[in-house]
């Protein structure tokens, strides 16, 4: 199983991003697609997630700016950033808790979202 994004990149505050992540592989199901960051010298932390009923989870912080959406015929998630501010800057990593032969969580390459003031 692979999963690889893509859409990070340079932009100033107040500008949008679109990041995309597409799994592939011996994949039976997925259950849950979703987005996480890490920031220097912090956590990897939740920012959003979107499960295959469409149910969908965001952090406070990005609530109101930022929209989960998925394509389950494509296993792609993408996540559109607007209104980005110098504090989003981070690496951001998809994640999807998916099913192979057994369930399991696995991590795409992270993508770098720098946000300039």
């Known amino acids: 199983v692979q999963l690889q994004a893509s859409g990070g990149g340079l932009v100033q505050a107040g500008g949008s991003l679109r990041l995309s992540c597409t799994a592939s592989?011996?994949?039976?199901?997925?259950?849950?697609m979703g987005w996480y960051c890490q920031a220097p010298g912090k956590q990897r932390e939740l920012v959003a997630q979107?499960?295959?009923?469409?149910?969908?989870t965001y952090a406070d912080s990005v609530k109101g700016r930022f929209t989960i959406s998925r394509d389950n015929a494509k296993n792609t998630v993408n996540l559109q950033m607007n209104s980005l501010k110098p504090e989003d800057t981070a690496i951001y990593y998809c994640?999807?808790?998916?099913?192979?032969?057994?369930?399991?969580?696995?991590w795409g390459q992270g993508t770098l979202v720098t946000v300039s003031s």
């Open positions: 994640n999807a808790i998916l099913t192979t032969y057994y369930e399991g969580r696995y």
């Open positions: 592989g011996n994949i039976l199901s997925i259950n849950v």
């Open positions: 979107i499960t295959n009923d469409g149910t969908t």
